[in-house]
């Protein structure tokens, strides 16, 4: 079964704004991370956050983790047009399986 | 160091044939994970496997679909007798055996039943 589930599914935002997508999963992780797929490619690793931090920064990207409501967020900050992707949060659990939620498409119009 | 490797990137089988996708971790990872992915739609999981050993198959169709990860050489992912709901993209990651670790993804076999 599924893990993570992103929220919304689509976001169609202006370049310069801020995207802020969701993730809910279920079980205790290890590490929740965030993944990049630009149409018909592979996956790009964006940021890992251990299940005892709270937030992260990586350049324009801030992910936050609460594990109270086993939901994290990935904030894009001043979008760019080359920012339309899929994301996608997995989850690490326990036993090291990682699952994937069914990702939020992203559109940043220019 | 080179990456997750894949091949081949395009596979197109009739209904009925073989499909044998190879995955080739990144050097020093011993974890590998299989993915399918529809068009339009996430990555579900299929299975995880570490050098000789499949941990949890449980993303795994029960039939015609299996998976290996040798001793030696890639990772397989096999589908017998193809059919036309088994063209998708299919991706393989690898992680290092420490934990708290990135996964690194492959480019996927994108596969077509005709």
């Known amino acids: 079964s599924q893990q993570g589930e992103e929220d919304p599914q689509a976001l169609s935002i202006q370049e310069g704004e801020n995207a802020t997508m969701n993730c809910s999963y279920k079980t205790s992780i290890n590490n929740l991370q965030w993944y990049r797929q630009n149409s018909g490619r592979g996956l790009v690793h964006l940021i890992l956050i251990r299940s005892n931090e709270r937030e992260k920064h990586s350049g324009r990207l801030r992910v936050t983790l609460d594990t109270s409501k086993k939901s994290s967020s990935l904030l894009i900050t001043a979008s760019r047009a080359a920012d339309t992707a899929s994301y996608f949060c997995a989850t690490d659990a326990m036993n090291n399986d990682m699952r994937f939620g069914a990702g939020t498409r992203l559109t940043v119009k220019p | 160091n080179a990456g997750v490797m894949q091949n081949p990137r395009h596979l197109v089988r009739r209904r009925g044939q073989e499909a044998r996708l190879r995955c080739s971790p990144m050097k020093g990872h011993s974890h590998v994970y299989w993915y399918r992915q529809l068009p339009e739609e996430g990555l579900k999981f299929m299975v995880y496997?570490?050098?000789?050993?499949?941990?949890?198959e449980s993303g795994m169709p029960k039939e015609r679909f299996s998976a290996e990860f040798p001793k030696e050489g890639p990772s397989i992912l096999r589908i017998q007798q193809v059919v036309r709901g088994d063209s998708a993209a299919y991706f393989c990651?690898?992680?290092?055996?420490?934990?708290?670790?990135?996964?690194?993804f492959g480019q996927g076999t994108r596969l077509t039943v005709v």
């Open positions: 496997l570490q050098k000789e050993n499949i941990i949890d």
């Open positions: 990651a690898s992680s290092p055996l420490q934990r708290d670790t990135e996964a690194f």
